[in-house]
Structure formats: C-alpha cells, structure tokens
C-alpha cells in the first residue's frame, strides 16, 4: 500500500469517530416510550439519562450543539446511560417534569435502573464540567448503595455514616440528608464532637446550637476535618442562622454571627463581607427598611464621594 492510500485510509476509518460522535438520545413522548427506556437500562444494567428540553430555549440548543456532540461526553454517556430526551411542554413532558420538580430548562435528570431519582444538573453545562459531573454522581450513587445497604442492616459506624450522610447531600437529595444527618445527631452525647460528628454537623448547624461553642474553639481542627469542604460549610452556617434570625427576628443572633463566623471565613474569602453583610440582609428580609437605610448610612459613611 503506498503512503497516499495508508493516508486515506486512516482518514476514513477515524471520520466516524470525531464526526459522528454524539449523545444516543431516544427521543420519548409517552409513558409507554419511558417504559422501554427504562427497561433498556434496566436490561444493560445502566443508570438512566433524561434530557428535559424545550423548544424555544436557548442553552437547551446550545447543549445539543456544543455538549451532546462533543465526543468525550458522547462516550462516557453512551457507554454509562441509556439517555432520553423530551419536550418539557409535551403532556407527558410536563407530568414527568412535574413528578421530577423541574426547575429550569434545561434541567437533567439521572435516574437508577429501577427508575429511582438519583440526581440531577441543571442549567447549560459545558461539556468538561458535564463529564466530571457525571463521573461524581456515579461515584456517589454507588458509595449511597453501599451505605443504604449497611444502614438497612443497622451495621452502620458513625465514620460510614457521616460518609453516608455527605454523599447523599453531594448528590443533591437535600431533605434526605437532612433526615439522615438528624437522625446522626440524636446518638451525639456531650458537648464533645468527634471528627466525623463535625463532618455532619458543620452543614445543619447553626450559632444557637449546642455544639457551636465547641465547634469554634478549635479553627485549625475545623479546617482540617472539613479540608476542602470547609467554605462550603461556612456558607451553610450562615444561611441557617441567617434564617433562624429572621425567623425570630433576632438581631442579636446577627450580631454574633458578625463577630464569631466573621473570623473564620476572613482566610479564606476577601470578598464574602460578614460584618455587614447579616446585618444588610437581615433587615431587609424582615422588611425594616428604615434600619437597613440607617446601617447602611452608618456603616458606609466613610465611603462616600458626594454621590451616595
């Protein structure tokens, strides 16, 4: 074979691969159509992919575009999934969207291969980022199977079921976690917490919990325990005390906040202003606009060029 012929041909044979290579979605738009799709997966023993769309969207356009021919999605999908789409303004599209609570076009949901809700990604995703995703949700799909198992069984360790509790939340199921993560701080005896009760508590507590003073007594265990997950769990203390002070229209509980979490985000972040921040957002979700203009007044006089 000459060196022109053995060119072509390696043309030929690698075409299929870069130009072809896209998503092997089934387009579905009854029950009876999600039926066989889920029984092919089941069948393949593959988790299930549903692309939810519509048809005057733009990201769900440019994620068929962009995203589902892109080829190292389309082989990590179609070699993991069985993947659908449909329209979410079809009638069968928005009972299922309903069933699934869409919350935006286009929404993704993964689903095991007995129909179980596993996870979901919402919104235009690249391409890379749909990937590692992907890759995440299956990872922790299987490590909840482990520990779901273990805990039917009542053989769960704490250390596994602070693990447990964290990949349920990381893929997504929140209000499971949250029961879970109640049920884990029941066994929690005395003010000391151990490294994996940090691991839970540190993303359900508030200040006007019992384990809080503890918890900030040591920064430097914190950071270590929590590792990169660390910011994450801040963010979460400050929204559920946050709540809990407009609920109760505590300013006081804002204060604290200001005072005790301020510290121990400032290494971290240069941007995330907990000194005034609370303080803004709390008077404004309780609608006393008065004391939010006043502290605002206040706390940024010092700001002013003649044009506040």
């Known amino acids: 074979m000459n060196s022109r012929l053995f060119i072509m041909v390696l043309i030929l044979v690698a075409l299929p691969v870069w130009i072809g290579a896209q ?7 009854t029950p009876g159509e999600m039926d066989a ?7 393949q023993q593959l988790m299930l992919f549903v692309d939810i769309y519509a048809s005057w969207c733009g990201p769900c356009k440019k994620m068929d575009r962009e995203v589902y ?3 190292d999605v389309a082989n990590f999908m179609n070699d993991n999934f069985v993947s659908v789409r ?8 928005r009972k299922f969207a309903n069933d699934q609570q869409l919350e935006g076009y286009p929404s993704m949901f993964i689903l095991s291969r007995d129909g179980e809700p596993v996870s979901k990604v919402v919104g235009f995703t690249p391409a890379d ?5 992907l890759k995440g949700k299956l990872e922790g799909y299987r490590a909840v199977r482990k520990y779901r198992t273990l805990y039917s069984r009542g053989t769960l360790e704490d250390e596994d079921f602070a693990l447990y509790i964290a990949a349920v939340r990381n893929m997504g199921n929140q209000d499971e976690a949250e029961k879970l993560a109640a049920e884990y701080t029941e066994r929690i005896v005395g003010p000391r917490l151990s490294d994996n009760d940090i691991r839970v508590v540190a993303f359900y507590m508030d200040l006007e919990d019992r384990w ?3 918890f900030v007594s040591d920064q430097d265990r914190i950071r270590r325990v929590l590792g990169g997950d660390y910011m994450l769990a801040m963010e979460k203390i ?23 979490l301020a510290p121990m985000a400032a290494e971290e972040s240069n941007t995330w202003d907990l000194h005034a921040l609370p303080f803004i957002q709390f008077y404004y979700y309780t609608s006393q606009y008065d004391a939010l203009i006043s502290y605002v007044d206040k706390r940024f006089a010092s700001d002013r060029k003649d044009d506040h």
């Open 129 to 133: 980022e749909l990937v590692k995703s």
């Open 37 to 43: 799709a889920r029984k092919k997966a089941s069948d």
């Open 238 to 260: 400050y929204n559920n005390t946050l709540v809990r002070a407009v609920e109760e229209e505590d300013v006081a509980l804002i204060s604290k906040m200001a005072n005790e």
């Open 23 to 29: 998503v092997a979605f089934i387009e579905v738009a």
């Open 69 to 71: 021919t892109n080829a």
């Open 86 to 93: 449909l329209d979410g303004e079809s009638d069968f599209g």
């Open 212 to 214: 809080w003073s503890e």
